[in-house]
């Protein structure tokens, strides 16, 4: 079945840029979506439609997709970005929905 | 402000059923997808299902032998049914509604299997 593919880390310092990725043979037809998981809490989402960002999400997130591979940026990263990234997809067909396998971003 | 609560066991023996009900309060009930997720402890998440309010629905080729998603209108509920469920479904399990930048999640129930 359909998998999308994420870096388990990515570790930046505070105020500096971080990317995370998401490769899926589908993206380039189907709209990725980023959720925020922080630690015991629900995920919350903060990009959708590969760039869109919903009303109350910091202008720092921002998103893109090209070809296979989506992207998620955090310019200028704070502390308390650290919480784990899920990309979510669906496969070619829009039959069913995936998620990435999580990329847990360190801010320190 | 759409809230969704959800509730249903939390503790099952394997091969029993596990029966979510996720409840949607306030928004449009129609104009959202309404979906169930699920993440094992410690791990990541995994989609397993959606329905929208016509009850056409939509599975995780790995779970889609044993689902079964409904939905009640008149109640604005949705509901989850997972059968012979073994140890690897032990996880949190999440409700969400979804439509365009609207996203909402229920609390997630804590459902365990073990003998």
């Known amino acids: 079945s359909y998998e999308l593919t994420q870096p388990p880390s990515v570790s930046v310092s505070p105020g500096q840029t971080a990317r995370i990725t998401c490769s899926g043979d589908a993206l380039p037809k189907k709209f990725a979506y980023w959720f925020q998981q922080k630690s015991g809490q629900a995920p919350v989402l903060v990009i959708y439609e590969d760039s869109k960002r919903p009303s109350g999400i910091p202008e720092r997130f921002s998103g893109s997709s090209s070809g296979t591979m989506a992207t998620l940026t955090v310019s200028g990263a704070q502390v308390e970005d650290e919480a784990d990234y899920y990309c979510?997809?669906?496969?070619?067909?829009?039959?069913?929905?995936?998620f990435g396998g999580g990329t847990k971003l360190t801010v320190l | 402000q759409v809230q969704l609560q959800q509730w249903g066991a939390g503790l099952l023996k394997p091969s029993e059923t596990l029966s979510l009900t996720c409840a949607v309060y306030g928004g449009s009930f129609n104009d959202y997808y309404w979906t169930w997720i699920r993440q094992p402890p410690g791990k990541g998440l995994e989609w397993i299902g959606e329905i929208n309010h016509t009850g056409s629905t939509k599975s995780s080729p790995s779970l889609k032998s044993r689902v079964t998603m409904s939905v009640d209108t008149s109640k604005n509920q949705f509901s989850l049914k997972l059968s012979s469920v073994t140890a690897a479904d032990t996880a949190m399990y999440y409700c969400?509604?979804?439509?365009?930048?609207?996203?909402?999640w229920g609390q997630g129930t804590m459902v365990t299997v073990s003998a």
């Open positions: 969400e509604g979804n439509h365009d930048a609207l996203d909402f």
């Open positions: 979510y997809s669906t496969d070619s067909s829009g039959n069913y929905g995936v």
